[in-house]
């Protein structure tokens, strides 16, 4: 639909640098499956302590981060029907998280009599983040565009929509329930994490961040339940202990389980959603399952190149993949600018057929997708301005040049295309005047 709306050229140029900023992200995401399987193992992030051989940490980390990869390559060639199964595996290990933790969640507030580790003073609480780098205006700005990333990826699904049963009126409703769900389940989960957390004694503490906020808040979730039911001290850790070790394996599993995805749907929607004398014939070629097999493995094939060179190039490489780490931060925001822009357009061609209308208003439409994409600017511009306050001006210059660099390519492998078209073309009509 893009492309009928844009035109092949910005459409395959906008596509590109989204596939670069998934494969960079699945290079950056594989080495975390290992740091579950260690702390699932042991209770702790234990890596920095593997060998394989002679190999240190950081080099054996990188040997299965590529054996592991290669290996769910393998596996999802072998047709959609394996990645829907293993997918539905992580997606099991999810759920049954979720109802864990909500079930262990309730009992603790039962336990509390309902009373809250977080309390709650409304309204305040509802429009005054605990967090004190979240009062002011920009943050609340930024948080809003850190939830609008929290859907960031779902766009991918649109590469299995064509195995949907009735997927014109099934898959627009699927993924509008999806998001409604996923919104709700927030609210749900960060109003019942209160029961056993309380921001400034859980995590104004050392050693937690981003990373992991999940062990962390098991945890701590595990040491309350145990306090609450007169386990001791030595009970309240030894549970602890092992709702951390829990909610790493089911994390674990999540994680397995959504590899298989990745690894083919992002390939599958640029590689068989653009034309195929873009490529050489073997690349967009399905093998006897009805995946595009070459792609997948050329693709396992740069993955694993980028894991060697980060892996055991020591510190230049490290310093090459940071480069593409910066370069790749501008370069996954800007395709969701290009969609969300692009959708007026698509709105406005009345000649697409629209099997499933959801913004019917034209004032609605437009209104929405200005909102979104001054949100994602102000995405853009932050990260531009908080380079410039630190004095990162290094940094900043390659976060521009990503989207330019990649854009770039893209740019020349169309051209590439256009001039193989018009060759192709040209022949055609000499070989038909010849026969007449």
Do not use: H
């Amino acid at each position: 639909m893009v492309i009928k709306v844009t035109g092949n050229k910005w459409a395959f140029i906008g596509g590109f640098v989204w596939i670069a900023s998934w494969i960079i992200l699945i290079v950056s995401t594989v080495s975390k499956i290992w740091i579950m399987l260690s702390t699932t193992i042991s209770g702790a992030d234990q890596t920095s302590q593997w060998r394989l051989g002679g190999f240190n940490s950081t080099e054996t980390i990188g040997l299965l981060s590529i054996g592991f990869f290669c290996i769910v390559t393998f596996v999802a060639t072998k047709g959609l029907t394996k990645v829907a199964k293993l997918a539905a595996v992580g997606g099991i290990a999810a759920v049954v998280l979720t109802i864990f933790f909500c079930v262990a969640s309730l009992v603790l507030l039962a336990k509390n009599g309902f009373q809250l580790a977080e309390p709650i003073n409304l309204p305040t609480s509802l429009l005054k983040s605990p967090r004190s780098s979240y009062q002011s205006l920009s943050s609340i700005v930024s948080f809003l565009i850190f939830a609008i990333y929290a859907y960031a990826g779902i766009e991918a699904l649109g590469g299995v929509s064509d195995k949907m049963k009735n997927s014109k009126r099934n898959f627009p409703l699927a993924m509008a329930l999806g998001a409604f769900l996923i919104t709700m389940i927030y609210a749900l989960f960060i109003f019942l994490w209160g029961a056993s957390a309380n921001w400034s004694k859980v995590f104004n503490g050392s050693g937690v961040n981003l990373g992991n906020t999940t062990y962390v808040l098991m945890s701590n979730l595990g040491y309350s339940l145990g306090q609450q039911f007169s386990l001791g001290t030595a009970g309240a850790q030894t549970l602890s202990f092992w709702f951390a070790r829990f909610g790493s394996f089911a994390m674990l599993i999540s994680y397995l389980g959504s590899f298989f995805v990745i690894v083919y749907m992002p390939i599958k929607s640029f590689i068989l959603g653009t034309p195929k004398e873009l490529w050489p014939k073997a690349l967009p070629k399905l093998n006897t399952y009805g995946m595009p097999a070459n792609a997948m493995w050329l693709q396992a094939g740069v993955v694993s190149v980028l894991i060697a060179l980060t892996s055991f190039g020591g510190k230049s490489a490290v310093s090459f993949y940071n480069v593409l780490t910066l370069m790749d931060n501008l370069s996954s925001t800007l395709p969701y600018l290009f969609l969300v822009t692009a959708f007026p357009f698509f709105k406005a061609n009345t000649t697409l057929e629209r099997p499933f209308v959801f913004y019917k208003r034209k004032w609605v439409y437009i209104t929405v997708t200005i909102v979104v994409d001054l949100l994602l600017m102000i995405g853009v511009a932050s990260t531009a301005i908080s380079a410039i306050s630190e004095s990162q001006y290094w940094n900043l210059t390659l976060e521009l040049i990503g989207p330019l660099f990649f854009g770039m390519v893209g740019y020349v492998l169309f051209r590439l295309y256009r001039k193989r078209s018009a060759r192709t073309l040209a022949d055609a009509e000499i070989s038909g005047d010849f026969n007449k």
